[in-house]
């Protein structure tokens, strides 16, 4: 088993608590609940392609906001209303990684989203959420090379 960053860790600890399939559901819509799109500080729409996160049918963007001490702040929009799931993810990425070193972001397997959501997931609905894993590594990579 990989070897997650701490709040992370928590968080794939907690659901694998959850052994039933309706349990997990609903405690991943209730952290979708909590999702807060990218401030107008950040981005506004039409937000730019190059934050778009390709294959994600949720139509979700990533945004990394340096801190000023060599970490970042995660911020995500998801633009398809029924995108539940990457409302959840986006969540639970910028709860777990905001705030860490970016070697340590760096070394998320994208394959997480497994540990999260389960092994049932359509290939599609795996593909975008793998891609919002490794979006964010990329701003993240992308911001620590030009501050």
């Given at each position: 088993?990989?070897?997650?960053?701490?709040?992370?860790?928590?968080?794939?600890?907690?659901?694998?608590?959850?052994?039933?399939?309706?349990?997990?559901?609903?405690?991943?819509?209730?952290?979708?609940?909590?999702?807060?799109?990218?401030?107008?500080?950040?981005a506004?729409?039409?937000?730019?392609?190059?934050?778009?996160?390709?294959?994600?049918?949720?139509?979700?963007?990533?945004?990394?906001?340096?801190?000023?001490?060599?970490?970042?702040?995660?911020?995500?929009?998801?633009?398809?209303?029924?995108?539940?799931?990457?409302?959840?993810?986006?969540?639970?990425?910028?709860d777990?990684?905001?705030?860490?070193?970016?070697?340590?972001?760096?070394?998320?397997?994208?394959d997480?989203?497994?540990?999260?959501?389960?092994?049932?997931?359509?290939?599609?609905?795996?593909?975008?959420?793998?891609?919002?894993?490794?979006?964010?590594?990329?701003?993240?990579?992308?911001?620590?090379?030009?501050?």
């Amino acid at each position: 088993m990989p070897d997650y960053p701490e709040k992370l860790q928590e968080t794939v600890d907690t659901l694998a608590l959850l052994p039933d399939r309706a349990d997990r559901i609903q405690m991943l819509i209730d952290v979708a609940d909590r999702f807060q799109e990218v401030p107008e500080s950040i981005a506004s729409r039409p937000f730019p392609e190059e934050h778009r996160v390709p294959a994600c049918e949720s139509e979700a963007f990533v945004w990394a906001e340096p801190q000023g001490d060599g970490t970042f702040r995660y911020h995500f929009a998801v633009e398809n209303p029924q995108g539940v799931s990457a409302m959840a993810l986006a969540v639970i990425l910028g709860d777990t990684l905001s705030g860490l070193p970016p070697e340590q972001v760096a070394a998320v397997p994208s394959d997480v989203v497994y540990e999260v959501f389960g092994k049932e997931l359509s290939m599609g609905k795996s593909m975008g959420l793998m891609g919002m894993v490794s979006k964010l590594q990329a701003e993240t990579k992308k911001q620590t090379a030009t501050s």
